[in-house]
């Protein structure tokens, strides 16, 4: 009820009118977009640049709701349960002056589906996708799936001409190194195109005249000049001095002091991501400890002694100063599968953690290295330093390693790391996502970010039938055994949910989105 009414207030926010300048928007936020390649990389700040000059079929607003995109219908097809069809926005021009039709979407939807794109998950109970007219898309599935509209909300549509002619038909293999034309260039429907950009530095958008949604969206930022700022002093002076009218992540530490500065505000709400580490408990020998022949983590008395080690109250109280709440499992409350049991913190309780420890034959410990990015996740250094201060408790000497998030993340998908930091939303607020993501046996296609190496064949087949299953009950049930079944294996170790903390000028009128993906079309000047 809660959320119901946040949303709702949310709404009627964002539905006001009365505010009539229209100007330029300085944007800053710890960390930049990884690529421009909309298909390259499943990453929040990356999608929250691309949303910005590209769009998807269907994409959440800034409460939370699925609307319209490049879609304005999708219903099952009344011939085929396995097919979704969309009726697609005519009269759409991308940013060079192409026109938008269905073989755009086509395109676009048979890109993200291929070996290098990070976001083909989405897509995996996909059999085809058909351009049946110039504005009709139709999208069968291996067998019913109800829940597919929810996955396309981050699937961005790009000019199939555009990218042929440009030879960027296949996608950025990012993880390799590559740059491409897409990675650095762009051409979208969305409110607004790429005029300049250096990465890390600077990204200036401007507004685009021929964009189809003038007389639906407020449109009143005109000009956006993003700059990633990672030390978070610097971040907090720019807002201050003015350099700067919004932020994302305002540190805990200077919320006081920038909520009482006449000329800015702070607002607030839970975001919907987990922040969790993983740690390799499926290769028979760790590459970063200092045991011979085993490994420590394979045994389960060793990651639940680590999960009791870890004192989440209090990494809440003085890493985060309040501002998190402290999760037992890597599940957002917005999630469908998600319960108050599932999410209860183990207790914190050394001595047994000790015991635990003793029995797997670890009594006198052992050390590996953690991995953690720098710049991604609210205080996620602080976070890991902590951590480790926590481990040595239980005899695990750490050794940290802390990097900037495009350092960081390829270790993970690439099994470079041992133990990590890593920090999840969900988009289509289904506990399959987590699942395709993060649970199931890594395959090409399917557990990409399953840096932990689990693998439980019954699992994997419990996660592939949430696709097709249509009737809600029993696919809810499976939800909640696949879920026993990571509580039990110990899969990860949750943290917290993260609470976002969004600085800005007095003059800027939003709300905050739980994806923490501002979608500036609907800011608002007063």
Same mark, same amino acid.
């Given at each position: 009820?809660?959320?119901?009414?946040?949303?709702?207030?949310?709404?009627?926010?964002?539905?006001?009118?009365?505010?009539?300048?229209?100007?330029?928007?300085?944007?800053?936020?710890?960390?930049?977009?990884?690529?421009?390649?909309?298909?390259?990389?499943?990453?929040?700040?990356?999608?929250?640049?691309?949303?910005?000059?590209?769009?998807?079929?269907?994409?959440?607003?800034?409460?939370?709701?699925?609307?319209?995109?490049?879609?304005?219908?999708?219903?099952?097809?009344?011939?085929?349960?396995?097919?979704?069809?969309?009726?697609?926005?005519e009269g759409v021009t991308f940013h060079d002056g192409a026109d938008f039709?269905?073989?755009?979407?086509?395109?676009?939807?048979?890109?993200?589906?291929?070996?290098?794109?990070?976001?083909?998950?989405?897509?995996?109970?996909?059999?085809?996708?058909?351009?049946?007219?110039?504005?009709?898309?139709?999208?069968?599935?291996?067998?019913?799936?109800?829940?597919?509209?929810?996955?396309?909300?981050?699937?961005?549509?790009?000019?199939?001409?555009?990218?042929?002619?440009?030879?960027?038909?296949?996608?950025?293999?990012?993880?390799?190194?590559?740059?491409?034309?897409?990675?650095r260039n762009t051409n979208g429907t969305g409110p607004y195109e790429l005029?300049?950009?250096?990465?890390?530095?600077?990204?200036?958008?401007?507004?685009?005249?021929?964009?189809?949604?003038?007389?639906?969206?407020?449109?009143?930022?005109?000009?956006? #000049?993003?700059?990633? @700022? *990672?030390? !978070?002093?610097? /971040? $907090?002076?720019?807002?201050?001095?003015?350099?700067? %009218?919004?932020?994302?992540d305002v540190p805990v530490q200077d919320l006081a002091r920038v909520d009482?500065?006449? #000329?800015?505000?702070? @607002? *607030?709400? !839970?975001?919907? /991501? $987990?922040?969790?580490?993983?740690?390799?408990?499926? %290769?028979?020998?760790?590459?970063?400890?200092?045991?011979?022949?085993?490994?420590?983590?394979?045994?389960?008395?060793?990651?639940?002694?680590?999960?009791?080690?870890?004192?989440?109250?209090?990494?809440?109280?003085?890493?985060?100063?309040?501002?998190?709440?402290?999760?037992?499992?890597?599940?957002?409350?917005?999630?469908?599968?998600?319960?108050?049991?599932?999410?209860?913190?183990?207790?914190?309780?050394?001595?047994?953690?000790?015991?635990?420890?003793?029995?797997?034959?670890?009594?006198?410990?052992?050390?590996?290295?953690?991995?953690?990015?720098?710049?991604?996740?609210?205080?996620?250094?602080?976070?890991?330093?902590?951590?480790?201060?926590?481990?040595?408790?239980?005899?695990?000497?750490?050794?940290?390693?802390?990097?900037?998030?495009?350092?960081?993340?390829?270790?993970?998908?690439?099994?470079?790391?041992?133990?990590?930091?890593?920090?999840?939303?969900?988009?289509?607020?289904?506990?399959?996502?987590?699942?395709?993501?993060?649970?199931?046996?890594?395959?090409?296609?399917?557990?990409?970010?399953?840096?932990?190496?689990?693998?439980?064949?019954?699992?994997?087949?419990?996660?592939?039938?949430?696709?097709?299953?249509?009737?809600?009950?029993?696919?809810?049930?499976?939800?909640?055994?696949?879920?026993?079944?990571?509580?039990?294996?110990?899969?990860?170790?949750?943290?917290?949910?993260?609470?976002?903390?969004?600085?800005?000028?007095?003059?800027?009128?939003?709300?905050?989105?739980?994806?923490?993906?501002?979608?500036?079309?609907?800011?608002?000047?007063?």
């Open positions: 009820m809660q959320k119901k009414l946040i949303i709702a207030a949310q709404a009627l926010l964002l539905a006001t009118t009365g505010f009539a300048s229209a100007e330029t928007l300085n944007w800053a936020r710890a960390g930049d977009s990884l690529t421009l390649d909309p298909h390259a990389q499943n990453e929040g700040p990356t999608h929250a640049l691309a949303h910005q000059i590209y769009e998807p079929l269907l994409l959440r607003d800034m409460t939370g709701e699925i609307v319209p995109g490049l879609a304005t219908e999708w219903t099952p097809s009344p011939d085929n349960p396995n097919v979704w069809v969309f009726k697609l926005r039709d269905s073989e755009d979407a086509e395109f676009s939807l048979n890109r993200a589906m291929t070996p290098n794109s990070a976001m083909k998950e989405l897509l995996s109970s996909v059999k085809e996708v058909r351009a049946s007219g110039a504005y009709t898309l139709e999208i069968e599935t291996n067998g019913p799936n109800p829940l597919l509209p929810a996955n396309l909300t981050n699937l961005f549509i790009i000019d199939k001409g555009w990218a042929e002619a440009n030879n960027t038909v296949e996608v950025q293999n990012f993880e390799a190194g590559e740059a491409t034309f897409a990675s005029i300049s950009r250096v990465p890390d530095n600077r990204t200036v958008l401007e507004g685009f005249d021929g964009y189809w949604g003038k007389a639906e969206f407020p449109l009143e930022v005109t000009k956006i #000049n993003y700059t990633p @700022i *990672k030390n !978070p002093a610097t /971040r $907090v002076a720019a807002l201050l001095s003015g350099e700067v %009218d919004f932020t994302q009482s500065d006449p #000329n800015l505000k702070v @607002i *607030k709400a !839970p975001q919907n /991501r $987990v922040i969790f580490f993983g740690i390799n408990q499926g %290769d028979a020998d760790l590459t970063t400890d200092n045991i011979e022949g085993a490994n420590p983590f394979a045994d389960a008395r060793v990651r639940k002694a680590m999960n009791m080690a870890l004192n989440r109250e209090a990494i809440q109280k003085i890493v985060m100063r309040g501002q998190s709440i402290p999760a037992g499992a890597v599940m957002p409350p917005f999630v469908n599968g998600w319960t108050e049991a599932l999410d209860t913190i183990p207790e914190n309780n050394i001595d047994t953690a000790k015991s635990l420890m003793e029995e797997a034959g670890y009594g006198d410990g052992f050390s590996v290295r953690l991995n953690c990015p720098n710049d991604r996740y609210i205080n996620d250094e602080a976070i890991c330093q902590a951590t480790v201060g926590m481990m040595a408790q239980i005899g695990i000497e750490v050794q940290l390693e802390s990097l900037p998030k495009a350092q960081h993340f390829p270790h993970i998908p690439d099994l470079e790391t041992d133990f990590y930091m890593l920090g999840w939303g969900v988009p289509t607020y289904d506990s399959e996502y987590i699942f395709n993501f993060l649970v199931h046996s890594k395959q090409e296609e399917i557990g990409t970010w399953n840096g932990t190496r689990y693998s439980n064949p019954e699992i994997d087949e419990k996660i592939v039938s949430l696709a097709s299953e249509t009737d809600l009950e029993i696919r809810n049930a499976t939800i909640a055994e696949i879920w026993a079944q990571v509580q039990e294996d110990v899969v990860y170790l949750p943290v917290h949910h993260q609470v976002l903390n969004w600085g800005m000028a007095n003059k800027v009128e939003t709300v905050v989105d739980p994806e923490d993906s501002p979608k500036f079309k609907y800011f608002k000047f007063n």
